[in-house]
C-alpha cells in the first residue's frame, strides 16, 4: 500500500519560510519522480515543484528563487524548502509521486500565509 505522507504546514508570516517533508512508504522510492503540487480555495491544483529520479528539477514561474525542492533517497522522504512566503501561496500543498506502478497523492498539508 502507498502511502505519502506530508508535514510541516502551518501559519506564517509574509517574508517568512516553511518547510515542508513528504515520507513515502510502498514504492520504490529512488527511482519515483517526485512533485510537490497547491491547490487554493476556488482553483484548480497546479504544480509547484518537481524533482525526478536524478535529482533534476522544474519549478513553477511563480515559485522559482523562493521554493527548493529536495529528497533524500535513504529516508524516502521529498522536502519542499519554501523562502520569501507571500499570502498568495497559501494553499493546501500535496505530495505527489509518479512510477511505473501507477500515480500516487498524498493528503495534503495546509499552508497559510498572512500579510
Known amino acids: 500500500q502507498v502511502q505519502l505522507v506530508e508535514s510541516g504546514g502551518g501559519l506564517v508570516q509574509a517574508g517568512g519560510s516553511l518547510r515542508l517533508s513528504c515520507a513515502a512508504s510502498g514504492i520504490i522510492f529512488s527511482i519515483s519522480t517526485m512533485s510537490w503540487y497547491r491547490q487554493a480555495p476556488g482553483k484548480q491544483r497546479e504544480l509547484v515543484a518537481k524533482?525526478?529520479?536524478?535529482?533534476?528539477?522544474n519549478y513553477a514561474d511563480f515559485v522559482k528563487g523562493r521554493f527548493a525542492i529536495s529528497r533524500d533517497n535513504a529516508k524516502n522522504t521529498v522536502f519542499l524548502q519554501m523562502n520569501s512566503l507571500k499570502p498568495e501561496d497559501t494553499a493546501v500543498y500535496y505530495c505527489?509521486?509518479?512510477?511505473?506502478?501507477?500515480?500516487?497523492w498524498g493528503r495534503g498539508t495546509q499552508v497559510t500565509v498572512s500579510s
Open positions: 524533482i525526478t529520479r536524478d535529482s533534476s528539477t
Open positions: 505527489n509521486a509518479f512510477i511505473f506502478t501507477g500515480n500516487f
